[in-house]
């Protein structure tokens, strides 16, 4: 495979639900074409703009808000810093004016200019868009981009070469890889994994970048588990997340998220109760998730209620956490997702939800393992348990929202994760039958295996068990 060098940020991406590959890729998307014409200096000549969606962007999109990420993504609002509390006025203005943004001559019209090809796809991959663009004074240009899962973009005929490729002191692309550095060097994994980023940028910036990524998925957390109402979309799906949080507190008092943990922790460690913590932790971040809310993808957004949980978990309701150890929980499930990237995907367009939930899982779970003073073993042993108990999900949502059954998954992973972290934590990996490596390759076998209708398209599965009338999916 050829050598891939990918930081712990390429994995964790602050950005705006309801999908990293079909909300925050085409977003991203959008703007990469807007920056490419600017680049060349005809931007301000640009008369025409058409964008073709194809596949399961086509197919699932609108339910994905994939319309709207494109239209806010060409118009140059950037997801990280944008006030989500702003994109349904955005978009109204939009669709009201024709007009992308002052300053850009264009006339677009979002119901004509944005054609969702539902009979066609692209064979590099299931998540491919277009952009069609005439000049007064120019030759027309298009270019097709693909979202790969998990927030990443790919250009056609590698446009994206301008991207550097660094030299990590401990090249990694397969959990043999890693375990070798840390075996050799006596580093735990993330102490490797540190060392690798710091190619990248100083120690103390990426301390003070993870930090602001944990920032992001506890406000969301907590946001999440004091909003009520239902679901945008017209699939009627009402939060739960506020009433579970109501219920388990039994009217204690608190003003902020950590007067929040206080009240949690006060509840005791009771089974029952921490795992209707942990199910509450995620139902809240996928909620979130599903309102168009300010979440990190994890490695994905529908995956994005997953590590947060299993966080929060080890925040409330373990004698082992320390703050520092925030740091290095991130760190080492970055590695886990990108060792996973490289073997397999992280696009369920591509292997089915596997890809989303079960690698958010394995990520879970080996970063605990280790936060709770497990070996590097043990941590890629727990890893592999999630995973391999996984194997073989199928993505098919709904209506194409990223509401059922995705949000319940999450709680799902989470449990999993949890449990997988135990059994690693009471064995002796030496003794395994199974490799992490050896689950990224069947994962990747079963994804190519599995029927594309199973694949994101809401073609199959329970997208098509349930009856619906929704006219924008």
């Given at each position: 495979m050829?050598?891939?060098?990918?930081?712990?940020?390429?994995?964790f991406k602050i950005g705006v639900g309801p999908s990293s590959s079909h909300t925050l890729g085409p977003w991203r998307a959008g703007q990469a074409f807007i920056r490419s014409l600017d680049r060349k200096g005809i931007l301000k000549d640009l008369e025409h703009l058409r964008v073709l969606l194809y596949g399961s962007l086509a197919k699932t999109g609108k339910g994905h808000g994939t319309d709207i990420a494109i239209q806010l993504g060409l118009?140059?609002?950037?997801?990280?810093?944008?006030?989500?509390?702003?994109?349904?006025?955005?978009?109204?203005?939009?669709?009201?004016?024709?007009?992308?943004a002052p300053g850009l001559p264009v006339t677009f019209d979002p119901s004509e200019d944005i054609e969702f090809l539902?009979?066609?796809?692209?064979?590099?991959?299931?998540?491919a868009l277009s952009f069609l663009a005439d000049f007064h004074t120019h030759e027309p240009i298009a270019e097709t981009y693909y979202s790969i899962g998990g927030g990443f973009i790919e250009q056609e005929k590698?446009?994206?070469?301008?991207?550097?490729t660094v030299q990590l002191p401990f090249p990694i692309d397969t959990a043999g890889n890693l375990l070798h550095w840390c075996m050799k060097t006596g580093l735990t994994i993330h102490e490797v994994v540190m060392e690798n980023e710091l190619v990248w940028r100083e120690e103390a910036e990426v301390k003070k970048q993870l930090s602001n990524i944990w920032r992001v998925m506890k406000e969301c957390i907590y946001k999440g588990c004091h909003s009520e109402g239902v679901l945008p979309g017209g699939l009627q799906v009402n939060r739960r997340a506020s009433a579970l949080n109501k219920k388990l507190l039994k009217g204690k008092k608190y003003s902020d998220y950590q007067g929040w943990v206080e009240a949690i922790k006060s509840g005791g460690r009771d089974f029952q109760y921490i795992l209707d913590w942990v199910s509450c932790f995620a139902l809240a971040v996928n909620e979130e998730n599903a309102s168009f809310g300010?979440?990190?993808?994890?490695?994905t957004n529908g995956a994005a209620g997953v590590i947060p949980a299993v966080?929060?978990?080890?925040?409330?309701?373990?004698?082992?956490?320390?703050?520092?150890?925030?740091i290095s929980f991130l760190l080492t499930a970055a590695e886990i997702g990108s060792i996973f990237k490289k073997g397999a995907t992280l696009s369920a367009a591509m292997?089915?939800?596997?890809?989303?939930?079960?690698?958010?899982?394995?990520?879970?779970?080996?970063?605990?393992?280790?936060?709770?003073?497990?070996?590097?073993?043990?941590?890629?042993?727990?890893?592999?348990?999630?995973?391999e108990h996984h194997l073989g999900l199928t993505c098919d949502p709904i209506g194409g929202l990223v509401q059922v059954p995705c949000i319940e998954r999450n709680t799902m992973g989470a449990i999993k994760a949890i449990t997988a972290s135990q059994l690693a934590l009471q064995s002796m990996p030496d003794f395994a039958k199974v490799s992490l490596d050896a689950v990224i390759r069947t994962m990747w076998d079963t994804a190519l295996d599995m029927n594309s209708k199973y694949k994101e398209t809401s073609d199959g599965g329970l997208a098509i068990q349930v009856p619906l009338s929704l006219p924008e999916c």
């Open positions: 050829p050598y891939e060098p990918i930081s712990v940020f390429d994995i118009a140059g609002y950037d997801p990280v810093g944008i006030d989500t509390s702003t994109i349904p006025s955005v978009v109204e203005r939009i669709q009201k004016e024709k007009t992308l539902v009979k066609e796809s692209l064979p590099y991959h299931p998540n590698g446009a994206f070469a301008e991207k550097k300010k979440v990190v993808t994890a490695p966080l929060q978990y080890f925040i409330s309701f373990t004698d082992g956490f320390t703050e520092e150890k925030i292997g089915g939800c596997q890809a989303e939930i079960g690698v958010s899982s394995a990520m879970a779970a080996g970063a605990l393992t280790e936060s709770m003073g497990g070996t590097q073993r043990q941590a890629l042993m727990a890893a592999e348990i999630a995973m």
